[in-house]
């Protein structure tokens, strides 16, 4: 927190002061970006709007605050639009009831990119984060407007879902793990005016693997019944859903216990003798059979059947575009149409479909594209 760049410090104080004036309500939603390097300095800002709009920026790595005499925990969170939770979490304290006049907390829980709009535009602020944003991460955009309407928000071309209004605006842009590295354009849309960022995409770390035509090769023989299922899921994932995503709520991990990440979200992977490169789109854990599924937060099941390659599948949708699915269960627990609360038993670890052995797939979705889900619950 200490060692940021001097040349910071006067857009830091601004933002801080931004902060205590327009509180946000994302109690809950702390994306990590531990798989970024951290270090980002750099976005290119343009007011495309019926005039040329002031527009400063600046790059955090960290949004802070300054203990005031006789301030509690409780008292900062509220005016800063977090929770005691979040900020014992992500300041690592010990005691939330032992903080110092002068201790500096940490607001944010990782960094993040903030754009300070001044006059003329709609827009009072965009904080983007994490920060910079790599393959196959969702970047959460939080829009501070200066009136009390929705803004559009887009990400090249795709329409982001945005959940809120007015100060609290918020959206989630998933980036896909194979999405090429480079400039991305987010256009930030209040009636006639645009603030249009760009997002250096940066390239993610992940691991290659071949699939054995021995364990691929009895399914994916068979491509017209695995391109109908991959048909039929992208649709499911592209659908409307129902209510809207709560910012306010945490995901948790699927499985109880520590189990073996046994292939990781991104990773490379070809099939047999096959050169063509797919990335994996869930986080898998080597689990044994029977050990049971839960709900990560509430939603509403879309999905609980047998697939073709999935196996036993179970699709939850959280609202806005957000949904995660559970593959190759060797049980389902829930049926097609309920909801579910945080926590509850939706199916039991399995090796149906295409599995060479039991485990978890857990796979996550955000308006459509398959994202990091472990990002989602550091
Ligand atoms: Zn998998």
């Known amino acids: 927190m200490r060692a940021l760049r001097p040349a910071l410090g006067a857009i830091l104080a601004l933002l801080t002061v931004l902060l205590a004036q327009q509180p946000a309500t994302a109690g809950g939603l702390v994306l990590s970006g531990s798989r970024g390097d951290g270090a980002g300095h750099q976005a290119d800002v343009a007011a495309l709007s019926p005039r040329s709009a002031p527009v400063s920026l600046g790059v955090v790595s960290a949004v802070t605050h300054s203990v005031q005499r006789g301030e509690t925990l409780g008292a900062i969170a509220a005016a800063n639009g977090t929770d005691v939770a979040t900020l014992v979490r992500i300041n690592g304290l010990s005691d939330p009831d032992r903080i110092g006049e002068g201790q500096v907390l940490r607001l944010l829980g990782s960094s993040g990119l903030a754009v300070v709009a001044m006059d003329g535009v709609a827009v009072r602020r965009v904080t983007v984060w994490p920060w910079p944003p790599v393959q196959g991460q969702t970047v959460v955009v939080w829009a501070q407007m200066r009136n009390a309407g929705t803004p559009k928000i887009q990400l090249e071309d795709r329409d982001l879902q945005v959940v809120g209004s007015g100060a609290s605006s918020w959206a989630l842009a998933p980036i896909g793990p194979l999405a090429a590295p480079g400039p991305r354009r987010l256009v930030l849309s209040s009636g006639q005016r645009h603030l249009v960022l760009t997002l250096p995409i940066g390239p993610g770390v992940f691991p290659t693997q071949n699939i054995p035509a021995s364990a691929s090769q009895p399914i994916l023989s068979q491509p017209t019944r695995v391109n109908a299922e991959t048909a039929r899921m992208n649709d499911l994932f592209a659908g409307a859903e129902p209510g809207p995503f709560d910012p306010g709520q945490r995901f948790r991990l699927p499985l109880d216990g520590e189990y073996p990440h046994s292939s990781p979200f991104g990773q490379r992977r070809t099939y047999g003798a096959g050169t063509a490169v797919s990335a994996h789109a ?59 609360e945080q926590g509850q038993e939706i199916g039991r670890v399995g090796s149906t479909g295409l599995s060479t052995g039991a485990h978890l797939h857990w796979e996550m979705r955000v308006s459509g594209a398959a994202v990091d889900p472990m990002q989602w619950v550091d």
């Open 282 to 340: 869930g986080e898998d854990f080597s689990a044994p059979s029977g050990v049971p599924v839960f709900a990560p937060a509430v939603g509403t099941v879309l999905l609980a059947e047998p697939l073709f390659v999935r196996g036993n599948a179970v699709v939850i949708a959280h609202g806005s575009g957000v949904y995660t699915g559970y593959w190759h269960l060797s049980e389902l627990s829930v049926n097609a149409g309920e909801a579910v």
